[in-house]
């Protein structure tokens, strides 16, 4: 979580920086994100679904006989997915999460400016840029996920070798 807690911060400073020093040219970028999150947040849905189904497989796979002549090795493969399983839960809570910031700061300052309140370009430039941080945090997590892919890939792989 320190990690992603990293990515959001580092992208939140990136987006500011860039509307800063565009002096808001930038803002109709940010100001489109929230139909870009709709669509990768179902994408994403979608293949983590279909990552925790070929996870599960993949501990199906398993040779039970595995079991008895390296208990280390089965422990090993069967921890290593059980925390891809979980690692995947947790990135669909993450988009989730981000899915619904972006959409209520959007929402936010939309009232505000139907509400005819005068925002300081700096607080709507914060807003825009937390929208584009949520966008990069939500590209950053499906590429976790697609490494995570490529490690259930490589176990499975692993444990054809011990096939029964």
Do not use: H
């Amino acid at each position: 979580m320190i990690r992603l807690l990293f990515v959001f911060v580092t992208s939140f400073i990136l987006c500011y920086l860039s509307l800063w020093g565009t002096a808001g040219a930038g803002s109709p970028l940010f100001n489109n994100v929230n139909p870009v999150l709709f669509v990768l947040g179902a994408l994403f849905g979608a293949l983590s679904l279909a990552f925790f189904n070929y996870v599960e497989g993949v501990m199906k796979d398993v040779p039970k006989k595995l079991k008895q002549q390296k208990p280390t090795a089965y422990s090993i493969v069967v921890d290593t997915l059980t925390d891809l399983k979980r690692e995947v839960i947790v990135n669909v809570v993450v988009v989730v999460v981000f899915l619904m910031l972006a959409f209520v700061v959007g929402a936010v300052v939309e009232v505000a400016s139907m509400q005819k309140m005068e925002l300081s370009k700096y607080w709507e430039w914060m807003a825009l840029s937390v929208r584009g941080a949520c966008l990069l945090s939500v590209l950053v997590v499906m590429f976790v996920q697609m490494a995570g892919f490529v490690t259930a890939n490589k176990l499975r792989a692993e444990v054809s070798m011990y096939g029964e």
